[in-house]
């Protein structure tokens, strides 16, 4: 099976401007989350959607958000990006309830000028 | 609040060594998943090993191997037989029972392999 893939890889961007960022599942893995990986904060939680419906949400601002389509495909969007976030955004895919094993994605490094 | 606490930042072995790594979390919950993942330089993270914390019996995968001891909230990560290719950021990680996959991570731990 192809691993969870990201896209893009690289990002930049300049303040004030939006992102939104892609992540595909392995196949068959209904469950998606993303996480935020700065040098500073470490790995933290952003958001878990399964079968379209976001579950749990970490402690970001409002704008962070996400979604999931009917194929599992998920996307995050930033709006009014900052200096801060700056970061490496990692998706990860689980099959569902049942099996809690992320796996994870390469990630997509976004730099905010 | 549920925390991860790595207390490591880095750590080196010399090459065929062996080398543990600590962790400890804090939890109320008593059904739960803990989780090392290692990260290689610039290239995405992978699951070395995981523990579900209702079974007694410590996990092991080929050279990696836990000591999970419950009742002091600790999961440590030895590796046998270290390799250049055991180079990494090594991240423990819990998650609670059931059916959420919202990871508490901890800071890392940088290990270098030195051959």
């Known amino acids: 099976k192809a691993g969870v893939t990201q896209t893009p890889r690289y990002l930049i961007k300049t303040r004030g401007q939006q992102v939104t960022l892609s992540c595909s599942p392995i196949?068959?893995?209904?469950?998606v989350s993303w996480y935020q990986q700065t040098p500073g904060q470490g790995l933290q939680f952003l958001f878990e959607?399964?079968?379209?419906?976001?579950?749990n949400k970490g402690n970001f601002p409002g704008r962070f958000s996400g979604r999931q389509f009917s194929n599992s495909r998920s996307e995050m969007n930033v709006s009014t990006l900052e200096l801060g976030d700056s970061a490496l955004y990692l998706c990860?895919?689980?099959?569902?309830?049942?099996?809690?094993?992320?796996?994870f994605g390469p990630g997509t490094r976004l730099l905010v000028l | 609040a549920q925390t991860v606490t790595q207390s490591q930042p880095e750590m080196s072995v010399q090459e065929a060594e062996t080398v543990t790594l600590s962790c400890t979390y804090d939890?109320?919950?008593?059904?739960?998943?803990l989780f090392w993942y290692k990260q290689p330089p610039s290239r995405q993270m992978i699951l070395v090993i995981r523990?579900?914390?209702?079974?007694?019996q410590n996990a092991t995968e080929n050279r990696f191997s836990v000591n999970f001891q419950k009742a002091a909230k600790s999961f440590s990560l030895k590796i046998s037989d270290s390799q250049l290719g055991d180079t990494a950021m090594y991240f423990c990680?819990?998650?609670?029972?059931?059916?959420?996959?919202?990871?508490?991570f901890g800071t890392g731990t940088r290990l270098k392999v030195l051959a």
């Open positions: 939890t109320s919950e008593n059904n739960y998943y």
């Open positions: 990680a819990f998650c609670t029972l059931p059916g959420t996959y919202k990871y508490i």
């Open positions: 523990q579900e914390a209702y079974k007694q």
């Open positions: 959607y399964f079968s379209e419906t976001q579950r």
């Open positions: 990860a895919s689980s099959s569902g309830p049942g099996e809690e094993t992320q796996y």
């Open positions: 196949s068959g893995h209904r469950s």
